[in-house]
């Protein structure tokens, strides 16, 4: 560890990690302290959905904007990824269905495809029959389905690994601890670490998820609180598989490398523990078993819980904070959507931090909005 970095980031997650990357390509020195030892990422619990075709949006379209945009960036961020790393992060660009097991659920996808097609977006709505051609696991119950063909997914555990390899490989250091204070100090930052050391930054970059706990000098907590979701995987049979992840009114269920199936996912609003309840697991299986009858059968291998950092209106906060002419940069707030908005956010903030017009507005996400 060096005593003096052009910019530390605070938070090892996907998005701090993805934020490293981008930056470091482009300053001299760059450190990122990680404390996923202490207090898990909501990366190392999540599916590594991208969809934002399923999403809830904000007023405006901002987030579905910033969303898409993300999306389109997934594939060559993907490959370039793995071809600097050699990591394999199990990236899938087979589509998303999302299912219908009753009239209203239909008649919600299909307001969900009309909003969609508004917007120029790659949806369509498929009957039961036509959903169980690309899916011969669902159930008979499947009466309508919509099919997102650009969503995707990743493995966020793999990703986040490789994002760590890359962020070494281009030369930022990685400090295994956690910030105890970062105190403003003639136009820089001091950063305290939880182990006793320290450092000096120009720039600081808040991406802490929904840790608790703020001591940043100058700069009011954003509302940022945690969403716990709680999910499981399971050993895939041949009457199970899926080629693509399916979203059900009551569970989504991705396939994955090595034939595991997660499922997730309950939320439960302001809850910081990390249990996990029999009845989550049992509602979550229950959900998936009436899109995917097979699953009823197939053996658990694990199950988990994270913690989602949620804002008031659903969208990161991203963007400087303070009033010094050093602000504190954050990227917070990401909630179920970390994964999917981690190359756009990056690219967008880290111009910003440089100094140049980022190609992706960030206005709407701007800390000040709440005041």
Excluded at 203 to 211: K, R, S
Aim: glycine share 10%; hydrophobic share 50%.
């Amino acid at each position: 560890m060096k005593a003096r970095y052009d910019i530390a980031i605070i938070g090892g997650g996907v998005i701090g990690l993805a934020l490293a990357r981008e930056l470091a390509a482009q300053t001299r020195s760059l450190a990122v302290v990680d404390a996923s030892a202490r207090i898990p990422p909501a990366t190392a619990a999540a599916a590594g959905m991208l969809a934002p075709s399923f999403e809830k949006d904000l007023g405006g379209g901002a987030l579905y904007e910033l969303s898409a945009a993300s999306l389109r960036m997934w594939s060559s961020f993907a490959v370039s990824l793995a071809e600097e790393t050699g990591a394999d992060i199990d990236f899938r660009s087979d589509g998303i269905l999302g299912v219908a097991l009753d009239a209203a659920a239909a008649r919600k996808l299909e307001a969900q495809c009309a909003a969609l097609a508004k917007r120029d977006a790659d949806a369509a709505m498929l009957t039961g029959t036509e959903a169980r051609a690309l899916e011969p696991a669902l159930s008979d119950r499947v009466t309508a389905a919509m099919q997102a063909p650009e969503d995707a997914q990743v493995d966020p555990v793999k990703l986040t690994a490789a994002l760590r390899l890359s962020v070494e490989r281009r030369g930022a250091a990685l400090i295994d601890d956690y910030v105890a204070s970062a105190q403003a100090e003639a136009g820089r930052w001091r950063v305290a670490l939880g182990a006793g050391d320290g450092f000096v930054a120009d720039d600081i970059v808040i991406a802490t998820g929904a840790a608790s706990g703020w001591a940043i000098d100058g700069v009011s907590r954003p509302p940022v609180f945690p969403v716990k979701g709680e999910a499981f995987s399971v050993a895939s049979t041949s009457a199970a598989s899926l080629a693509r992840v399916v979203r059900g009114p009551g569970a989504y269920i991705c396939p994955k490398a090595g034939g595991r199936i997660v499922i997730g996912a309950t939320e439960q609003r302001d809850r910081a523990d990390l249990d996990v309840s029999a009845a989550g697991i049992e509602t979550l299986r229950g959900g998936a078993v009436d899109v995917v009858p097979a699953l009823e059968h197939c053996a658990e291998l694990a199950r988990w819980a994270g913690l989602r950092p949620a804002t008031p209106d659903g969208a990161p906060i991203l963007g400087p904070a303070g009033r010094r002419a050093r602000p504190a940069w954050l990227a917070l707030g990401h909630h179920r959507n970390g994964v999917l908005l981690a190359p756009a956010s990056a690219a967008a903030l880290a111009a910003e931090i440089l100094g140049n017009e980022p190609d992706i507005d960030l206005s709407p996400f701007r800390p000040n909005r709440f005041g």
